[in-house]
C-alpha cells in the first residue's frame, strides 16, 4: 500500500464532508509535512486520526436543524407570552373602574407566571401554562374559524417549548424582563392606535435577526412565526368587524415567509452551540 | 478567548497574506522559534476550529506541484483574536517579571 493511500484511509477518521472537500489538500499537506523520513510519516498518520476524532467530536456536538428550529419555536413563544401581557395589562387598565372582571387578573397572572418560567429557564412549564391559556380562552369566547386559526400558530410554539424546551441554564434574574413587559403594556394602554405600541420592540428585534439571520437563524424564525401570528389574528379582527381586511395580503405574504425561513433554517445548521 | 499555543503560532503565520495548510506549518514553526511543530491532523483540526469561529476564511483548492492546495487568509476577527491573545501574554509575562525583579535577592 503507498503512504498515499494510507494517509487516504486514516482520513476516515473525518467527518465525510470534510473528507470529500478537502480530503486530498489534507494529503497533501501530511505528504509534504513527512519528507521522506518514515518516522515522521507515522508520526503524522497517528496525528491525522486524532485531528480526525477532534473534528467528528466537535461536529458532533453543534446543534442540528431540528434543535434550531424548535428553539426558534421556542422564542417565539416567549415573545407571544410578551405581547399578550403588553395587550392584558392595557386591557385590564382601560377596564378598571368599568367592571373589570376578575378572570383578566388571572388570566394575567397566569400569563406573567408562565413568562417567568421561560425566562429563567423552565420552558415546560411556560409551554404547558401558555396551552392552558390558550384553552381557557376558548372555553371563554366563541371563536371563528380565522379566530381560532389565529392561535393554531401560538399553541404550536407552546407544544414546542412543552415537548422540546430550549436547553439553557437557569437564571432567575431574568424574571425582571417582567418589568419592561408590563410597562409595555402601560405605555400602549387599552384598545386604540397607541395599541400598536407593543410591537414597537419588533423595530429592534426583527433588523437583529435579519442581521443574525445567516449565522444564527432561530431569532429570523421567531420573528416570522410572531409576524404570521399577529397578521392572522388582525385579518380575523377585521373580518369579525366587517371592514376591509387589509392585513390579508400581508398575512399570505407572512405565511409564505415563516416556511421559508424554517427550510433555510434546516439547510443550513449553523456552527454555534446555542446559548454559548 | 484564549488561543492555546498551536492555533496562536498558525493564526500568526497568516499576518502577512495568505498561505496554504504546509506553508502554515513552516511559518507556525519559525515564528514559535521551534516550540510549535504542527502535525497535519492538528493543523487541520484548528483550522476547521477557526473556519467555524470566522477567524480565517478559506481560498478555492489549486494545484502546485502535484499537490492540492488551498489558501487561508486573516479575518477581521482573527486579528482582534491574536491581538487581544498577544496582550494577555504580554501583561501576564510582566507580572511575573515584575514579581520576579521585585523580590530579587542582590547576589
Known amino acids: 500500500m503507498t503512504s498515499k493511500r494510507l494517509a487516504r484511509l486514516a482520513l476516515l477518521a473525518y467527518p465525510r464532508a470534510l473528507r470529500a472537500s478537502k480530503g486530498e489538500e489534507i494529503v497533501g499537506t501530511l505528504l509534504d509535512a513527512s519528507g521522506t523520513s518514515n518516522a515522521a510519516y507515522a508520526r503524522e498518520l497517528v496525528a491525522l486520526i486524532g485531528g480526525g476524532l477532534r473534528v467528528r467530536a466537535r461536529t458532533a456536538g453543534r446543534p442540528g436543524a431540528m434543535r434550531l428550529i424548535a428553539d426558534g419555536f421556542c422564542y417565539a413563544g416567549v415573545g407571544m407570552l410578551v405581547l399578550n401581557i403588553a395587550l392584558r395589562v392595557g386591557e385590564r387598565l382601560e377596564l378598571r373602574g368599568a367592571g373589570a372582571d376578575a378572570s383578566l387578573m388571572w388570566m394575567l397572572l397566569l400569563l406573567a407566571g408562565c413568562l417567568s418560567a421561560a425566562l429563567i429557564g423552565y420552558d415546560r412549564i411556560a409551554g404547558a401554562g401558555a396551552l392552558l391559556s390558550i384553552a381557557i380562552n376558548a372555553a371563554q369566547a366563541q371563536f371563528t374559524d380565522l379566530q381560532a386559526a389565529a392561535w393554531a400558530v401560538p399553541a ?84 369579525q368587524s366587517g371592514s376591509m381586511p387589509i392585513g390579508l395580503p400581508l398575512t399570505i405574504l407572512l405565511f409564505t415567509a415563516t416556511p421559508l425561513t424554517i427550510a433555510f433554517a434546516a439547510r443550513r445548521p449553523h456552527p454555534q452551540r446555542p446559548d454559548s | 478567548m484564549e488561543l492555546r499555543p498551536p492555533s496562536y503560532f498558525a493564526l500568526a503565520a497568516l499576518i502577512d497574506g495568505p498561505l496554504h495548510g504546509y506553508a502554515i506549518v513552516r511559518r507556525a514553526g519559525v515564528l514559535s522559534g521551534g516550540t510549535v511543530r504542527l502535525s497535519t491532523g492538528t493543523l487541520y483540526a484548528l483550522l476547521e476550529r477557526a473556519l467555524s469561529e470566522r477567524l480565517i476564511v478559506a481560498g478555492e483548492p489549486y494545484i502546485e506541484s502535484g499537490r492540492q492546495r488551498r489558501d487561508y487568509t486573516l479575518t477581521w476577527e482573527g486579528r482582534s483574536a491574536l491581538e487581544a491573545e498577544a496582550s494577555r501574554l504580554a501583561s501576564a509575562s510582566r507580572t511575573v517579571v515584575g514579581r520576579l525583579r521585585a523580590t530579587e535577592v542582590p547576589a
Do not use: N
Not at chain 1, 437557569?170 to 425582571?176: K, P
Not at chain 1, 392606535?193 to 449565522?215: C, E, I
Not at chain 1, 429570523?220 to 404570521?228: K, Q, R, S, T
Open chain 1, 156 to 239: 404550536a410554539c407552546f407544544a414546542v417549548m412543552l415537548v422540546i424546551p430550549r436547553r439553557q441554564p437557569r437564571r432567575i434574574h431574568r424574571a425582571a424582563w417582567l418589568i419592561p413587559t408590563v410597562a409595555l403594556g402601560i405605555a400602549a394602554g387599552g384598545r386604540g392606535p397607541s395599541t400598536y405600541l407593543v410591537l414597537a420592540p419588533l423595530a429592534v428585534v426583527v433588523p437583529l435577526a435579519l442581521v443574525r439571520l445567516a449565522r444564527d437563524p432561530r431569532l429570523a424564525i421567531a420573528c416570522a412565526l410572531l409576524a404570521a401570528t399577529i397578521a392572522v389574528a388582525e385579518t380575523a379582527d377585521a373580518l
